[in-house]
């Protein structure tokens, strides 16, 4: 078995971690992060406090400046429970986004055709006017709910509730359709609770993990990379299916090394195993389920031996695993994933995962699924947002009944005029999102964003999408503002400051400022009383007996649980809010909707011959789009690389390092070329990269034209009918040895 020290050193540093080299702090091998040695400082230090704005884990830390006034290191906050004093690749290279010379600099109107990348400079005054303008304009002509807000990252927050107060609620998040929505649905159909994030997995403690489709270690979720780590040392038993061989897999009891898009089948005959071989918590699943006689019913046909034709995963390992989780419940926990929208059937896939929790008890048991816990905050007093008129929802009457956020892909679809639609929408303002090399299907977002008759863009880099926009407002980095307080569930209620270490370079802003200044055009600054973010901070820690000053001295505060209910008491009973007050194996809303109550599997096509299903991923020290042009993170992985299996490339001649590009099946070819990697860690009917990389954008000067984008390959989105997810891992490519005519340049 594996050793902590080895999994996170393979995870975190093998990968291309970072090297520290500076004399004043010792990089521990095994990634316990930044230790300050006073012994052997030579400067001296003032420190700031942070959350990292890398990804989503936004670990708490802290943001050392030399005596020059210069960052010297971003290390993790020890009281954070996100990150443990210890932050991953990602979160000690933030530092490039404040240095990036490609950064966005003062506020930019369009002067070419849009795509071109053509702008003027302008003042933030003529901007943000011109943004307003076009607001109030559109507004009066097709009411504000044609006016539509994407967003991602902590500044979301800010245009939301801009875009709430106008008088529209089409506000999306891609992290839904394109990431998380199936497991949430799923879940919440299933248990009546969300899964949440940071995710309430219990991997610290649990006996047996399995991980279908979850790379944790490459994905570099910081917390729960430090969990499994921990449960290593415990002697945790990890089955990990996937394709390919990742590092967690290198770090497994198991690995099942499943056909790709067969995952429902074996999740259904684990499920008919534990069920008929009374492998189960019987007391758990009597007390607490609705439904087992039918899901009983249901699996009958579904044996080992079924679902070895269609995944190619032996009968006998298929018990043999299924005994291992049984052996280890109720601490044991089948990860939900997070990047789970692959087939178009994942709501009913990431049911089946909660299904097989049920039956072995881990929902609420120590192990398995905890119950988080939140601070509780107050916002300060606002007058009610106005009620609109038209949602987003108007667009697909009678689709998506079950989503419970707004889908990122359905406003992108209901901008494309439509004689069935009464309003398609005119404007986007896009926050922090590269939407097009987030959302799957770049044709169809590009025609939508020709429809629109403006769009404003707010970004700290000049991606993609700012190429396409009327107007660009330059946000400043995390590293130079203040934000909302960092309120996430965790074990514990917690709150985290973010506060700026440095002043804003160039002419950059705040997302809260930018806001605000909108607000105040649009005459809706009730709705941001406070002139100053720090002064609305200060105002919210004093109603919970903290305050501003001490938050700045501590950066983050934990609190006791009022409860002892992080896991279910023995002999409790407990009413879940569900439609049948207990765990649904058997969905009554999903039976309701039209839907199939329990999960059904239905072949996928298949590659046609000369192609291989295209899958991606993620590395540890990159985050999406976002981080490849990052001076500190594009030094440790500057290009994707594809994967291919020995015995493709020895048909096709393929040798290690060959740059190849790629065409889909349905003629898509590559913009750029891709380096061949051959490796036995990939099945030969699939191949992986990494995505995040082929940047068209000349802005970017370190990563343009490196690697391929998986994303444009992405032409078949297969829609989820429960929910709206876009279904991406559809798609197959065949390889081209000669650069293409139609990309030559």
Not at 402 to 427: H, N, Q, V
Not at 567 to 595: D, N, V
Request: aromatic fraction near 10%; charge should be negative; hydrophobic fraction near 35%.
């Amino acid at each position: 078995m594996a050793t902590r020290r080895q999994f996170l050193k393979t995870s975190a540093l093998g990968l291309g971690g970072i090297s520290i080299g500076l004399s004043a702090f010792k990089y521990v091998s095994d990634f316990t992060g930044l230790q300050q040695n006073a012994a052997d400082l030579t400067v001296n230090l003032t420190r700031t406090p942070t959350y990292c704005e890398i990804c989503f884990w936004k670990c708490a830390g802290w943001v050392y400046k030399k005596e020059d006034g210069s960052i010297w290191k971003i290390t993790g906050n020890e009281e954070d429970q996100h990150s443990n004093g210890r932050f991953c690749p990602r979160g000690t290279g933030g530092v490039g986004m404040y240095t990036d010379k490609d950064r966005l600099k003062t506020p930019l109107i369009r002067t070419g055709e849009r795509g071109k990348h053509e702008f003027r400079e302008a003042s933030w005054e003529e901007a943000l006017d011109m943004v307003a303008d076009n607001m109030k304009k559109l507004s009066s002509q097709y009411g504000p709910e044609c006016v539509a807000l994407l967003n991602h990252g902590s500044g979301g927050k800010y245009f939301s509730d801009l875009l709430k107060a106008f008088g529209s609620t089409n506000i999306a998040a891609p992290s839904y359709a394109q990431c998380r929505g199936p497991r949430e649905v799923a879940f919440v159909n299933t248990f009546g609770e969300l899964i949440e994030s940071p995710e309430r997995t219990d991997i610290r403690d649990s006996k047996c993990l399995v991980l279908i489709g979850s790379h944790i270690g490459e994905n570099m979720h910081n917390g729960q990379v430090q969990e499994v780590s921990d449960a290593i040392d415990k002697g945790v038993s990890i089955i990990t299916v996937d394709p390919r061989f990742s590092v967690v897999a290198s770090k497994s009891k198991f690995w099942l090394p499943i056909k790709p898009a067969t995952d429902l089948a074996l999740l259904l005959s684990w499920i008919h195993v534990l069920i008929n071989e009374g492998w189960y918590d019987k007391d758990y699943v009597e007390k607490n389920t609705y439904g087992l006689d039918l899901l009983k019913e249901h699996v009958k046909t579904m044996t080992p031996e079924w679902a070895y034709g269609i995944t190619t995963i032996k009968p006998d390992v298929i018990r043999e695993t299924a005994k291992e989780m049984f052996n280890a419940s109720p601490a044991v926990i089948i990860h939900p994933g997070r990047h789970v929208t692959w087939y178009g059937d994942d709501t009913q896939r990431l049911r089946a995962v909660a299904i097989l929790n049920a039956l072995l008890g881990s929902w609420g048991r120590r192990g398995g699924f905890y119950n988080p816990a939140v601070a509780s905050v107050p916002n300060y007093p606002h007058p009610p947002f106005p009620t609109p008129s038209r949602t987003w929802r108007d667009a697909f009457p009678g689709q998506f009944n079950l989503a419970d956020e707004t889908l990122a892909s359905g406003l992108c679809d209901a901008t494309i005029p439509a004689p069935t639609r009464s309003c398609s929408f005119k404007a986007w303002l896009v926050s922090g999102t590269n939407l097009i090399n987030t959302l799957p299907d770049q044709a169809k977002t590009l025609e939508a964003i020709k429809s629109l008759e403006f769009i404003a863009v707010i970004d700290t880099m000049p991606m993609e999408i700012t190429s396409w926009a009327d107007v660009i407002l330059p946000e400043c980095t995390y590293l130079e503002r203040y934000d909302t307080l960092r309120v996430s569930p965790h074990r514990k209620p917690a709150i985290a400051l973010r506060m700026p270490a440095m002043e804003p370079k160039d002419n950059t802003k705040s997302a809260y400022w930018i806001a605000r200044e909108i607000a105040s055009r649009l005459g809706l600054l009730e709705y941001f009383p406070f002139e100053k973010l720090e002064d609305y901070l200060d105002w919210q820690l004093k109603q919970i007996g903290s305050s501003l000053e001490e938050m700045q001295k501590i950066g983050v505060k934990t609190f006791e649980r009022e409860q002892d209910d992080m896991y279910f008491q023995p002999g409790e009973q407990h009413e879940f809010f569900t439609p049948t007050g207990k765990i649904e194996l058997y969905s009554t809303s999903f039976a309701e909707e039209g839907f199939d109550p329990m999960p059904v599997y239905t072949p996928h096509p298949e590659p046609p011959e000369g192609y291989y299903r295209l899958n991606y991923g993620r590395a540890p020290m990159h985050t999406f789009s976002r981080t490849s042009n990052n001076p500190n993170l594009n030094d440790l992985m500057d290009e994707n690389a594809l994967w291919i299996n020995p015995k493709v490339a020895k048909d096709w001649g393929l040798k290690k390092d060959q740059r190849i590009w790629l065409q889909n099946q349905d003629g898509k070819i590559s913009n750029f070329s891709i380096k061949v990697r051959v490796t036995e860690r990939i099945r030969w009917d699939s191949v992986y990269m990494v995505h995040g990389f082929g940047h068209a954008t000349k802005q970017l000067s370190r990563t343009y034209g490196k690697g391929i984008s998986d994303t444009e390959m992405i032409t078949n989105v297969m829609t989820d009918p429960i929910m709206g997810g876009t279904g991406m891992r559809g798609n197959f490519v065949t390889f081209l040895t000669e650069k293409p005519e139609e990309v030559a340049s």
